[in-house]
């Protein structure tokens, strides 16, 4: 299944998979805001899926445009914009195409919750990081969030345990399995079961990871002309994943 392919199958629903879905908008707009810190005004959020930083960041005060690969993501995300009270503008984009399909340059680029990791091979990440590079004012600053996949190569899980979630959006439980290759990608499925009148209804997706280690995107950010590259644990930033900064020479 192609990843765009995933994303708008899932996008009715991806908020379902978060415990309460609006608090994480406003949350992880405040502690991204306070990452990007500084004189920064306009941020360009490149896979912004249903919303959930691009919206918390416009909430904050950010001027803020949001893109993604999936058109149907988008299109929620629009929505619950809308709802929301937040002005973002939205375009569809894959990562290796902003040059060319999101005009002007950004304060800060952001791409949040493992979305690059997507991208399975160097010339593929090489190329994305080379259109987010061209879409940033010079010293500007990429924030990328992915999962801590050094930790997770030294014995690689085989999912995500079940969460489960009853609250007024219904009872449901979330759950993903990750079937691992010799090349460090995994085939992850993604479960949603939903209690419907006293029985269990199941939908299931599925998408494809790689398991970059930070030195591999480090060396792919230098060659790209990324400085300044740090990485800040959850404990460091208040993000829940580990965070990537770096600066436009
Ligand atoms: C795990 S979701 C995170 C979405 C959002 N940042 C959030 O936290 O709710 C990953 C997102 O990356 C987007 N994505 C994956 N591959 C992409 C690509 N090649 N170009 C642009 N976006 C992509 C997906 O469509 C999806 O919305």
Same mark, same amino acid.
């Given at each position: 299944?192609?990843?765009? @392919? ?26 991204? *805001? ?8 306009? $941020? ?27 058109? &149907? ?9 809308? #709802? ?15 040059? @060319? #399909?999101?005009? *002007? ?31 940033? #004012? ?8 992915? #999962? ?10 085989? *999912? ?21 290759? @010799? ?10 079961? @939903? ?10 997706? &599925? ?16 060659? $790209? ?25």
């Amino acid at each position: 299944m192609s990843t765009e @392919k995933f994303y708008d199958d899932i996008s009715e629903e991806y908020h379902l998979i978060a415990s309460n879905w609006d608090a994480a908008v406003r949350d992880q707009g405040r502690v991204l *805001g306070k990452l990007i810190g500084g004189e920064a005004r306009t $941020v360009l959020d490149c896979s912004c899926g249903i919303g959930t930083q691009a919206i918390g960041l416009a909430l904050q005060g950010y001027e803020v445009t949001a893109s993604d690969l999936s058109s &149907k993501a988008v299109a929620r995300a629009r929505a619950e914009a809308d #709802r929301l009270g937040a002005t973002v503008g939205f375009a569809v984009s894959d990562f290796r195409e902003l040059e @060319k #399909r999101v005009s *002007g340059t950004f304060d800060a680029v952001i791409s949040c919750d493992n979305s690059l990791p997507h991208l399975l091979t160097a010339p593929d990440m090489e190329l994305s990081l080379r259109n987010v590079f061209s879409k940033l #004012r010079p010293t500007g600053t990429l924030l990328m969030s992915i #999962r801590d996949y050094d930790q997770i190569l030294t014995d690689p899980p085989t *999912g995500m345990p079940p969460r489960k979630y009853a609250d007024h959006l219904g009872t449901r439980i979330y759950l993903q399995t990750w079937d691992w290759s @010799k090349d460090n990608t995994y085939e992850l499925e993604l479960f949603l079961l @939903k209690l419907q009148e006293e029985s269990w209804k199941v939908q299931s997706y &599925k998408t494809r990871y790689r398991a970059w280690k930070r030195s591999e995107l480090d060396s792919i950010l230098g060659e $790209v002309g990324f400085e300044n590259l740090s990485w800040l644990t959850p404990e460091d930033s208040g993000y829940y994943q580990p965070v990537l900064r770096a600066t436009r020479s």
